[in-house]
């Protein structure tokens, strides 16, 4: 009896062993923070379904999300800052007379009374520049957004690949 102990710790282990190796690998392995798109609110300002594509390029990517304004006074969003750099602007994607798409900054992003803005890939979005570190799918940063009505909304934006989930409109940026 008790020398079979020893032998099936052993065994035990190696089983663990081989579960984790394959965990690693695998995208469905348990998140700490989920993979659910961050909203969250502040006043009359709502923020959902925000995300951060899985970077093309090591110092930069780009992050997307809805704005509504359920107010009665038209705001526009200021500034974007994430946790991942210190330098971000807010660009939009203009097609130019030869007909190729260009990301161009913008100074604030209005939204509207009562309405809705949807940042979204070939369009409106938060532009992360200088990134010390890439950040891989599956991590979450934090996105704030500054309005100049005085509100600041902090939602968590978790890192998703490109495909799958924007991947739907054509003119996809190149960060
Ligand atoms: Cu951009």
């Given at each position: 009896?008790?020398?079979?102990?020893?032998?099936?710790l052993?065994?035990?282990?190696?089983?663990?062993?081989?579960?984790?190796?394959?965990?690693?690998?695998?995208?469905?392995?348990?998140k700490?923070?989920?993979?659910a798109?961050?909203?969250?609110?502040?006043?009359?300002?709502?923020?959902?379904?925000?995300?951060?594509?899985?970077?093309?390029?090591?110092?930069?990517?780009?992050?997307?999300l809805?704005?509504?304004?359920?107010?009665?006074?038209?705001?526009?969003?200021?500034?974007?800052?994430?946790?991942?750099?210190?330098?971000?602007?807010?660009?939009?994607?203009?097609?130019?007379?030869?007909?190729?798409?260009?990301m161009?900054?913008?100074?604030?992003?209005?939204?509207?009374?009562?309405?809705?803005?949807?940042?979204?890939?070939?369009?409106?979005?938060?532009?992360?520049?200088?990134?010390?570190?890439?950040?891989?799918?599956?991590?979450?940063?934090?996105?704030?957004?500054?309005?100049?009505?005085?509100?600041?909304?902090?939602?968590?934006?978790?890192?998703?690949?490109?495909?799958?989930?924007?991947?739907?409109?054509?003119?996809?940026?190149?960060?």
């Amino acid at each position: 009896m008790n020398t079979s102990t020893p032998a099936l710790l052993a065994i035990g282990a190696a089983a663990v062993l081989a579960l984790s190796g394959c965990g690693t690998q695998n995208t469905d392995q348990p998140k700490e923070h989920g993979s659910a798109m961050g909203s969250a609110e502040a006043g009359d300002l709502t923020v959902e379904g925000a995300w951060l594509a899985e970077p093309a390029q090591p110092s930069m990517t780009a992050g997307y999300l809805t704005i509504t304004n359920s107010g009665d006074g038209d705001v526009s969003l200021t500034e974007a800052e994430t946790s991942l750099s210190d330098r971000t602007e807010l660009h939009t994607v203009e097609t130019t007379e030869s007909g190729a798409s260009q990301m161009t900054p913008v100074d604030t992003i209005p939204v509207p009374a009562g309405e809705t803005v949807e940042l979204a890939s070939g369009g409106l979005h938060i532009m992360v520049l200088e990134m010390e570190r890439p950040p891989e799918v599956g991590d979450t940063a934090t996105i704030t957004l500054t309005f100049d009505n005085g509100e600041t909304v902090e939602v968590e934006a978790p890192v998703r690949e490109r495909a799958g989930s924007g991947g739907h409109r054509p003119g996809d940026e190149q960060p």
